[in-house]
């Protein structure tokens, strides 16, 4: 499969431990992206990477979300602390940037659900 | 505040109906808006939009932009039972990479 993959797939948890996410892009892909979706709403952007640089930061991750993309392939999402408001389904996506600057649509990954209890 | 307004937020209907989904859109530096359709996981792509009035077509599906009425449709003619999921609209803007979502319209397709 050469699609985007997430791992694991379904986290329960209890508030206060820490949990952390893994999202594998297709492998040409030099952009990664996290999102985050609750129920009833629209998938929120939390963070992007172009190879290994963390380009642009939501204002709704706070400083207990950190995201790392070390070699430019897989990334890594960890929440410390987590709080029940975290439970979500966390989306991972990723796309290709051009070298003329253009970039093709963002293809999403099955998600992680986040449940804490 | 940038906002992405779907309509309506759920539908009914019988297979072998046409129905149109509303996307209407309020953001700043407009670069694209996209169409995806969401099952039980991942959203996969439908469209992509950058230019009023071009009509892109998969099938039975279709969708069109109006930048200057700021709104997107996209039309599912002759709906079949699979066509049922959650529909969701995005935009980009200039000078960001991110998606952003509206709520998306949720389309039952009974048999």
């Known amino acids: 499969d050469t699609g985007v993959s997430q791992d694991p797939r379904h986290k329960i948890t209890k508030r206060g431990q820490n949990v952390t996410f893994r999202c594998d892009p297709i492998?040409?892909?030099?952009?990664l992206y996290w999102y985050r979706q609750t129920l009833g709403q629209g998938p929120e952007f939390l963070t992007y990477?172009?190879?290994?640089?963390?380009?642009?930061k939501s204002r709704l991750l706070s400083d207990r979300f950190s995201a790392e993309r070390p070699k430019g392939s897989f990334s890594t999402l960890e929440i410390q602390r987590t709080e029940q408001g975290d439970s979500a389904m966390y989306l991972c996506?990723?796309?290709?940037?051009?070298?003329?600057?253009?970039?093709?649509?963002?293809?999403f990954g099955p998600g992680t659900r986040l449940t804490v209890t | 505040e940038d906002k992405v307004v779907q309509s309506p937020l759920s539908l009914v209907v019988h297979e072998g109906d046409t129905v149109t989904l509303n996307c209407s859109y309020e953001v700043t530096n407009f670069r694209s808006l996209l169409w995806y359709k969401q099952e039980k996981k991942a959203p996969t792509f439908l469209f992509m939009l950058?230019?009023?009035?071009i009509e892109k077509k998969s099938g039975r599906l279709s969708s069109i932009l109006d930048k200057k009425e700021l709104f997107s449709i996209l039309n599912i003619t002759a709906t079949q039972t699979g066509d049922s999921a959650i529909y969701l609209c995005?935009?980009?803007?200039?000078?960001?990479?991110?998606?952003?979502f509206g709520k998306g319209t949720k389309l039952t397709v009974n048999p």
């Open positions: 492998s040409e892909h030099n952009r």
């Open positions: 990477f172009q190879n290994e640089a963390q380009l642009e």
């Open positions: 996506a990723s796309s290709l940037l051009l070298r003329d600057g253009s970039s093709y649509e963002q293809y």
């Open positions: 950058t230019s009023s009035g």
């Open positions: 995005a935009l980009t803007q200039g000078g960001s990479e991110k998606l952003v």
